[in-house]
C-alpha cells in the first residue's frame, strides 16, 4: 500500500488492484461525470450546469432585462471563479450562444457587440462585448429565493448555487439541445412556446391525452432561422412518440420576376444550423463543376435578412425543377436529428417522447409551487407573530413605553409581562397559530421587533393599518393552505402561470409568431440533370495526349483542327449538350463526363485527366457516347471478353467504375456497341474467327470468357454484325469490301481460326 497523508479525502490505492479493473472503474467516473454534468440537460429546466451558473451569476451580478450591460470579461470570470471551474473560452462560448438569435429560439441573454453571425463569423473577445439577462430569463430564476429549488455547495465550498432553475416554462423544448456524452447524445430542436403552453395546458386538463392528440397541437420544431419543413406528418408521429427520428427542413425560396420573361430565385431563410458563407461556396462549387448546368450564378446579397440570388442559365427552365435538384445537390436542405435524451430528475438518463419532457416539466413546476408556497406561509406566520407583537403594543402603549423607559433590561421585562388574552387562537390548521411562550407573554421575536418600532409608527393611523395588514396575511395564508391541500388548485395555479407567461411571450410578443412553416410535401417526379440542360448539337474532339474540348454545333469531322505540337486528332464524333461521353481506358475501368461539361473549343481544350481520376500512365482505349439501354462487346488483348449492358458502365464519380478485370499485363483492347447476331474476332497472328453472340455471357463486371485460342501474341480486333447480311471492312485502297460467304471461319467460340480473306486490312482492323 502506497504510503498518504492522513486525510480524509485521499483515498489509498493497492498496487495490486489489476490495471484494468482500475481504469475500468475511472472512466465510468468520467464518463457518469460527462453526461451528468456536461453534455446533457435537465429535463426540469433543459439547461446544463455550465449555462444554469452562466445565468444565476448574472443574476447575482443583478444583470436584469432593464439594467446596464457588464462586460462579458466580468462575467465568464466570475462564472469561472464561483461556479465552473473551466476555461474561460468554454464558458464565453456557452454564453455567446445563448445570445445567438440565430441559434436560440428565445435567447436568456442579451448581448451588445459582436456575437458572431449566420455567416459563421465567431464573437468578439469577451473583453470587447457586454451582456445582460433577457426578460425570458428572468422567469427561469423567479423563486430562487423563495426556496423553490434545492442548493447545493459550489466546487470549492464557498458558496452555493442552484441545483436546478425553477422555469416558468418549458425551456428544454422552447430553446432545444444538444450534446455529445459517452456512450449517448442528444439533440432537441427548438419549439414554439406558444404552442408549448397549449400541449402543458391540455396535458393539465387530461394527463391521459395521447400523442396524435399531443401532436396535434404541437406540429414540428420551430427553428429560430425559419425555413420549411417538409416531413410527413406520421412521421413527425412517430418521432415525438419514441424521442427518436429526424425532420427535413427546406430554405425558403421565392421567384422575382425580372420582367420580359426573365426570373431569379431569392433564398430568404436557410435551414436551422446551416453557415450562410459555406452555403454560397457550395452553390459556387456547384456552378463551376457543372454540376446543375441550369444554374448560372450565385449572389449573396444579404443584410439583416438573409437574401441569396440564384440565377438560371435559361429562363426555359422551371424553378421548381431547379430548386429540387439544388436541394439534392446543397445544404438548402437538411435533416436534423430528434434525439430527445435527457436527465430525469437530474439522475436518470433516459430517451422521452414529447409528453414524458412536458410531464416532467409541469411535476417540476408542481414542486416548484409547493415549496414557494411553503416558503410563503413561513414568511406569513413570522410576519403575523410580529404583527401580534405590535397590535399588543398599542393595545397598552403607556405601559410598554415605561418599560423600555425605566427598566434596565427592557427585552426580558417586555416578555416577563403577562399581557393578557390579546390574541385569538387558532381552530383549524388553515389559521396563523403564534407560538406563545407562556399564556399573554410576548415571544423573542415580538419582543425584538416592538424594541426595533421607530417612534412615528405610534401614531393611531399605524394601528389601522397593522390590523388591515394581519387581515389581509391571514386571508392569504388560509388561500396558500387550501393550495397546499388541493391537487386540483395546484394544478389550476401552474396553468395560470403559463398564461402569464404566454402574454409575455407568446405568438403575440415580438419575435413570438412560428417562424418555420410546416407543409407536406407533394410527390415531385424524378428530375435528372439532363432535364435541366439546353438540348445542343456539339461536335467532341480528343487528341491522342488526352486533350479534350467540345465545338459548338456538327462541324464536319473531316474539317483539319488545331492540336499542340506533336499532338495530334484521334477521336471526333457528334453530340448533344444533353449527351454523356464514355470513355474507355486501358485499365479497364470506364468513366462518365457529361457533354455539357466539356471545355469550349476556341483554344486546345483541357486534359481529360483533370475531369477523371485516369492515371498518367493509362492509356485512352475508347471514347464513345453514352445511349441508354444498349449493349457493348468489351475485350481486353488477352482475349477473353463479355457482353455488358450500357447502363452498367456509367459511372457516378470521378473515380469511374472498373468493369473489365485484366490480369498478366492484359489492357482493354476495345468496346463495340452490338449490332448482329455473330461475333468476328481477329489476332494478332492474322487468325480470324466467327461464331454466335449467344455463346458469349452478358455480365456487369469481371474477366468475361475466351473469345479466340492464340499460340502467340492476343487479340487484335472485335466487331458483331448480322451474318446473313455479311462481314465488311476497308482494303488497302479504302474501298468497302464484304464477304458473304463466312462458312470458312465460322467456329465455336474460343477455337483458333482461319487466316483472314485476301485484302483484310494489315492493321487487322476491322473499321
Known sequence: MVDTPKDDKIEP??????????????????????IMHRALPDARDGLKPVHRRILFAMRELRLTATSAFRKSA?????????????????????????AQDFNVRYPLVDGQGNFGNIDGDNPAASRYTEARLTAI????????????VDFRPNYDGTLEEPVVMPAAFPNLLANGSSGIAVGMAT????????????????????PKIDDAALVALIPGPDFPTGGVLVEPPASILESYRTGRGSFRLRARWQVEDLGRGTWQIVVTEIPYQVQKSKLIEKLAEIIEAKKIPALADVRDESTEDVRIVLEPRSRAVEPEMLMEMLFRASDLETRFSLNLNVLIDGRVPKVCSLKDCLRAFLDHRREVLRRRSEHRIEKIDHRLEILEGFIITFLNLDRVIDIIRYDEDPKRALMAEDWGKTHVRATSEKTYVPPPEGDGELTDVQAE??????????????????????????????????????????WREIGRQLEDIRKQFGKTAPGGARRTTISELGEMPEVSAEAMIEREPVTVICSRMGWIRSLKGHVDLTQEQKFKDGDGPRFAFHSETTDKVLLVAANGRFYTIPAVNLPGGRGMGEPVRLMVDLPNDTEITDLMIFRAGEKLLVASTAGDGFIVPSDEVLAQTRAGKQVLTLKDGAVTALCRPVAGDHVAVVGDNRKMLVFALSELPEMARGKGVRLQKYKDGGLSDATTFVLAQGLSWKDPAGRTRTETDLGEWLAARATAGRMAPRGFPRDNRFA
Do not use: F
Open 13 to 34: 490505492v493497492l498496487l495490486a488492484e489489476p490495471l484494468a479493473r482500475a481504469i475500468g472503474e475511472r472512466y465510468l467516473t468520467y464518463a457518469l461525470s460527462t
Open 74 to 98: 466580468k462575467i465568464s470570470g466570475d462564472v469561472m471563479g464561483n461556479y465552473h471551474p473551466h476555461g474561460d473560452a468554454a464558458i464565453y462560448d456557452a454564453m455567446a450562444r445563448l
Open 137 to 148: 430569463a428572468e422567469t427561469l430564476m423567479e423563486g430562487l429565493t423563495e426556496n423553490a
Open 187 to 206: 439533440n432537441i430542436p427548438p419549439h414554439n412556446l406558444e404552442e408549448l403552453i397549449d400541449g402543458c395546458q391540455t396535458l393539465l386538463r387530461d
Open 449 to 490: 421587533a416592538i424594541l426595533n418600532m421607530r417612534l412615528r409608527s405610534l401614531r393611531r393611523l399605524e394601528e389601522m393599518a397593522l390590523l388591515t395588514e394581519r387581515d389581509a396575511l391571514m386571508k392569504e395564508r388560509a388561500d396558500l393552505a387550501d393550495l397546499m391541500e388541493s391537487d386540483r388548485l395546484q
